[in-house]
C-alpha cells in the first residue's frame, strides 16, 4: 500500500514537472514572440524618423542655399521659404504620429502577452 502511494505521488510529481516544462517552453515561446516583433516595430520606427531626419537635413541646405541668393530674387526666395516652412509643419506630425504608433503598438503587444499568460 505505501509503494502503490509513493509510485502515484511521484507519477503525479511527473506530470507536473513535465506540466511546468511545457508551461515554462510556451512563456519562452510567447516572450521570444514579442520580443521578435518588438524589434520589427523598432525598426520600422527607426526607417521612418532616418526618412524624415533625411528630408529634414534636405529642406536645411536648401534653406540654406535660399538666403545666400542675392536680393532680386527675393520674391522667389520668400515663396520658396513658404513652401519650406510647409513641409516642416508637415513632418513636425510625421515625427509625433510615428512615437505615437510605436508607444501604442508597444503597450498593446504588452497587454496581448499579459493576456496571454492568463489561464483561460
Known sequence: MFNRSLSTSSCLSKEDEEMTRTALSAFRAKE?????????VRERVQAQLGRVEEETRRLATIREELESL????????LIIRKKIDSV?????P??????KKVNTNYSFKIVQFHFSLTPN
Do not use: H, N, T, W
Open 32 to 40: 521570444s514572440e514579442i520580443e521578435k516583433r518588438k524589434l520589427e
Open 70 to 77: 542675392a536680393d532680386p530674387m527675393r520674391k522667389e526666395v
Open 88 to 92: 516642416y509643419k508637415e513632418l513636425k
Open 94 to 99: 510625421l515625427s509625433y504620429s510615428v512615437q
